[in-house]
């Protein structure tokens, strides 16, 4: 199904009145303009500046605490859900503003989908259900097509051929790296422009982790990745950009070659050698 039968399908119309040419610069998916957060008084991000090209896959790399999981948590609106969290600045997604006042955090959700670090299938689902519960929570009631959409998002995360003869057992019942890949398939099935992944393979052993890997290098023909990761290894195989962060700030952004073997900042190049961290 095309993005468009299925933006029509939800009644999905993004809104012109938070578009900003300054913004929607060709070749970039999202742009992170001023953006801060705090926790209660504890400021967690501090004024970030940056851009993401369009079908690539973005790294997000640093030390525990240094603001990855509320940086990504807050370009989809996510970080408004925890008690005391408040943000400051521009999220554009297609030159599109997301905390305009104008935009639906609903929309937000279906255009940013998000893999958590732990595999987190709908415990009392089947697989078929845990892909399409998305859909029908959408409204979208035609059989017809949530059979497709599921199918199609299960092929795009590399799990249909594994599991297309048991589709009515417990999403629950397969194995760790099946279910990760299950979740990423439920993102899918929304059909995101974004995918944002929180550390997706750190629960998961070594064959599991390759999977998902050479699954987000096929992904990104598709969409856009962005990913949270503290192995830096993954890091340098998967992206084509990374950030560096630390202490709330993005300390260095680039290509992923420069970042790894030519590094601008010296705590960026004491930080990939392993000097600290």
Known sequence: MSTEEYAKAINYTPSSSSLSSDTKREGYKVSVRNLNSWFGSKQALKNINFDVKEN??????????????????????????????????SVYLNGIDMYANSVDPVIIKRRMGMVFQKPNPFPTMSIYDNVAAGLKLNGIKDKAMIREIVEESLKGAALWDEVNDELGKPGLSLSGGQQQRLCIARALAMQPEVLLMDEPTSALDPIASAKIEELMNGLKTELTVIIVTHNMQQAARVSDYTAFMYLGEVVEYGPTQQIFKNPQKELTERYVSGKFG
């Open 56 to 89: 690539t896959v973005t790294a997000l790399i640093g030390p525990s605490g240094c603001g990855k999981t509320t940086l990504i948590r807050c370009l989809n609106r996510m970080n408004e859900m925890t008690p005391g969290a408040t943000v400051k600045g």
